[in-house]
């Protein structure tokens, strides 16, 4: 019982209870939001979001972060828009192109980071404006649309009898393995400890700087994953796709529960906040608030993401320690 009250009282069940407020007062205050068609365009607002906070949740438990990752998606729509002009049209060399671009970028930043020991939060900061200058280059202020149309139509079809596109399943198989590999083997755990004192856990034998290179390739990886999807739905290569999208990818990350300082936060969490600013967003948007109070609300959630689990935590900790209190010194030793 116990057990279930502090579940209950984590940060994770506040996003979801906030999640299912939003959902139920959109729908009631706002015309259009109970309807498939506006969970359709939440899913495929989310979809890239989502691929991407999925290896930043990691990154950010071992205490790192990589704010390139939206300059990595520009440059791999560039990447692919330069090769189609240039006649490479097989979509599968395509997309093996862009994934082995974003992971060569990743390791270019965990290179930086683990290779010389830089603050990522420096080095990613350069790599965000080398990257979108790189795309500049290669792609100017042009944008390569002749795409064939059935490649957007693939990208973004639905699931048969329903509204939402099949490449959320794809997002929920990754999710599985990314949770698994989180929260139930010792990699997960080693990066757990990572965060919380990576001096210590490089003392149990955990190869610290191995590891958070090869999470900086995976965030590069699903970030050209992400510029995949992107280029393929609007059918349009441009420099300047997903500017600003890292803004939030760290949003979500840090509302669903993960500490900026490392070493706590779990992906369930994530996930339910990254649904949670997509359904805000486009309700928001289905309500004509204007594009700056949007930008408000999005900066206030990552104050209140980064304030609210950690006031969470004391609280939980304060109620432990009077539950303890009350009970005999015999059972509170066991």
């Given amino acids: ?39 359709r365009f939440v899913s495929l607002e989310v979809i890239p979001i989502a691929l991407i906070a999925l290896p930043m949740t990691l990154v950010v438990i071992t205490g790192e972060i990589d704010l390139s990752v939206a300059s990595v998606l520009g440059l791999t ?24 671009l974003g992971a060569l970028l990743g390791a270019v930043n965990g290179l930086f980071v683990t290779g010389f020991g830089l603050p990522s939060l420096a080095v990613t900061i350069g790599t965000l404006a080398l990257y979108r200058g790189l795309a500049y280059v290669i792609l100017g202020d042009r ?3 002749d795409y064939p149309p059935e490649w957007a139509s693939a990208a973004i079809a639905p699931i048969p009898g ?29 990066l757990y400890a990572m965060g919380n004192n990576a001096e210590a856990a490089r003392f149990t034998g955990i190869s610290v700087r191995r590891t958070k290179f090869w999470l900086f390739v995976a965030t590069g990886a699903m970030s050209a994953l992400a510029g995949v999807f992107w280029t393929l739905r609007y059918a349009s290569a441009r420099a300047d796709n997903g500017t600003g999208l890292e803004l939030a990818v760290i949003a979500a990350v840090l509302l669903g529960g993960v500490s900026i300082f490392g070493g706590r936060g779990r992906l369930a969490g994530v ?27 999005t900066g206030s959630l990552l104050i209140v993401s980064v304030v609210g689990p950690n006031v969470v935590v004391k609280l939980r900790a304060r109620k432990d320690t009077s539950w303890q209190r009350g009970v005999p010194w015999r059972f509170s030793q066991r």
């Fill in 1 to 39: 019982m116990r057990r279930l009250v502090r579940g209950l009282a984590s940060w994770d069940a506040v996003v979801v209870v906030a999640l299912v407020v939003v959902v139920a007062v959109g729908a009631l205050a706002i015309e259009g939001v109970a309807s498939p068609r506006f969970w």
């Fill in 77 to 100: 729509c560039a990447t692919m828009g330069q090769l189609w002009v240039w006649g490479v049209t097989s979509l599968p060399v395509l997309v093996a192109a862009a994934l082995l």
């Fill in 143 to 145: 944008a390569v649309a």
């Fill in 162 to 190: 329903l509204t939402i596109p099949w490449m959320i399943i794809v997002v929920a198989v990754l999710a599985a393995g990314f949770g698994v590999v989180l929260h139930a083997t010792p990699i997960g755990r080693g």
């Fill in 271 to 297: 996930l339910a906040a990254v649904i949670l600013l997509g359904t805000l967003r486009n309700a928001l948007q289905l309500a004509d608030v204007p594009a700056n109070t949007l930008t408000i609300i």
